[in-house]
């Protein structure tokens, strides 16, 4: 059989277990939808498989789940040149419209030829030239489009269950040693990069944000967890690069695991909708929820 028929993708364990076959069909379902609680680079991967799923509510959520994805999402996601061919091609017919997302996808050496000849049919029809009623008509015939496709992917792949590889990098990491995943964590693709932050090994987990590659993306999901090690979080603190994005500083707030004197700096530059929030949330501790409320009083005042 053809090898480069074969569809070889690496996913975390956390994601691999929701295409299995064996796997609950409610969790395939929350995961269909987008509500497995997966890293955000780990949703679409397992969408595309779940869209060959036998079961037809599944399929179709797959694919609604898909068509939903956020723009800032499918850059990230698109502008990745380690993304299957295939799972480029599906995003191209799905999103191929958003002018965006159209070009991040033309620039990734990963869109081959297929891809690119469905990006140019599809711009032969600007969507800004529809009504309101045509664009609907248009959403409606894009997804019939990603269906089509999708069964003919389908019956293509699912020949021999030989033909789909899961390799769990969780699993090649149990077997690396420090140093190894001292390298990996510093040139490692996101995939890598999101496990090794998470390693009890602080000099390797220390290593992931000195990646070059690393994105604002991935510092603001780091940003919400709870690590093991803090100076990853402090490390984020001082980055003034990374703590001009609100949304960043906003995490970092909000996570019990940053250091309190950053906490506090960083409180000022939130809005007063936020500050409020914090206010009354019992997810933060006393001194920050206080301090908010003060702020807000002192703001008050001087109106």
């Not at 898909?66 to 995003?91: K, T, V």
């Given at each position: 059989?053809?090898?480069?028929?074969?569809?070889r993708?690496t996913?975390?364990?956390?994601?691999?277990?929701?295409?299995?076959?064996?796997?609950?069909?409610?969790e395939?379902?929350?995961?269909?939808?987008g509500?497995?609680?997966?890293?955000?680079?780990?949703?679409?991967v397992?969408?595309?498989?779940?869209?060959?799923?036998?079961?037809?509510e599944?399929?179709?959520?797959a694919?609604?789940?898909?068509?939903?994805?956020?723009?800032q999402?499918?850059?990230?996601?698109?502008?990745?040149?380690?993304?299957?061919?295939r799972?480029?091609?599906?995003?191209?017919?799905?999103?191929?419209?958003?002018?965006?997302?159209?070009k991040i996808?033309?620039l990734?050496?990963?869109a081959?030829a297929?891809?690119?000849?469905?990006?140019?049919?599809?711009?032969?029809?600007?969507?800004?030239?529809?009504g309101a009623?045509?664009?609907?008509?248009?959403?409606?015939?894009q997804?019939?489009?990603?269906?089509?496709?999708?069964?003919?992917?389908?019956?293509?792949e699912?020949?021999?269950?030989?033909?789909?590889?899961?390799?769990?990098?969780?699993?090649?990491?149990?077997?690396?040693?420090i140093?190894?995943?001292?390298?990996?964590?510093?040139?490692?693709?996101?995939?890598w990069r999101?496990?090794l932050?998470?390693d009890?090994?602080?000099?390797?987990?220390?290593?992931?944000?000195?990646?070059?590659?690393?994105?604002?993306?991935?510092?603001?999901?780091?940003?919400?967890?709870?690590?093991?090690?803090?100076?990853?979080?402090?490390?984020i603190c001082?980055?003034?690069?990374?703590?001009k994005?609100?949304?960043i500083?906003?995490?970092?707030?909000e996570?019990?695991?940053?250091?309190?004197?950053?906490?506090?700096?960083?409180?000022?530059?939130l809005t007063?909708?936020?500050?409020?929030?914090?206010?009354?949330?019992?997810?933060?501790?006393?001194?920050?929820?206080?301090?908010?409320?003060?702020?807000?009083?002192n703001?008050?005042?001087?109106k």
């Amino acid at each position: 059989m053809d090898d480069s028929r074969k569809v070889r993708v690496t996913i975390s364990r956390a994601a691999a277990r929701y295409v299995q076959p064996d796997t609950p069909r409610e969790e395939k379902l929350k995961a269909a939808r987008g509500e497995a609680g997966l890293l955000p680079a780990d949703v679409p991967v397992v969408q595309y498989f779940l869209t060959r799923d036998p079961d037809p509510e599944i399929k179709t959520e797959a694919v609604s789940g898909l068509e939903g994805l956020s723009e800032q999402l499918l850059l990230e996601i698109c502008s990745d040149p380690s993304i299957h061919p295939r799972i480029l091609q599906l995003l191209a017919t799905l999103h191929g419209k958003k002018t965006a997302v159209a070009k991040i996808i033309l620039l990734n050496p990963a869109a081959d030829a297929q891809t690119q000849a469905c990006l140019a049919q599809m711009a032969g029809q600007s969507p800004d030239d529809t009504g309101a009623n045509g664009d609907q008509d248009q959403v409606a015939g894009q997804s019939a489009l990603a269906e089509g496709e999708i069964d003919e992917i389908a019956e293509e792949e699912q020949e021999d269950d030989a033909e789909e590889e899961f390799k769990s990098n969780y699993q090649l990491a149990m077997e690396m040693g420090i140093s190894e995943k001292i390298k990996m964590a510093l040139t490692g693709d996101k995939e890598w990069r999101m496990l090794l932050v998470k390693d009890k090994n602080k000099m390797v987990s220390g290593s992931v944000i000195k990646n070059p590659r690393i994105t604002e993306g991935e510092i603001l999901t780091i940003s919400k967890c709870q690590l093991n090690n803090d100076d990853i979080l402090r490390e984020i603190c001082i980055n003034k690069d990374w703590t001009k994005n609100y949304q960043i500083r906003k995490a970092l707030i909000e996570n019990s695991k940053t250091p309190l004197h950053f906490t506090l700096r960083f409180l000022g530059g939130l809005t007063n909708k936020d500050l409020g929030l914090l206010s009354k949330s019992k997810n933060v501790s006393s001194v920050i929820s206080t301090q908010a409320r003060r702020m807000i009083m002192n703001k008050e005042k001087e109106k």
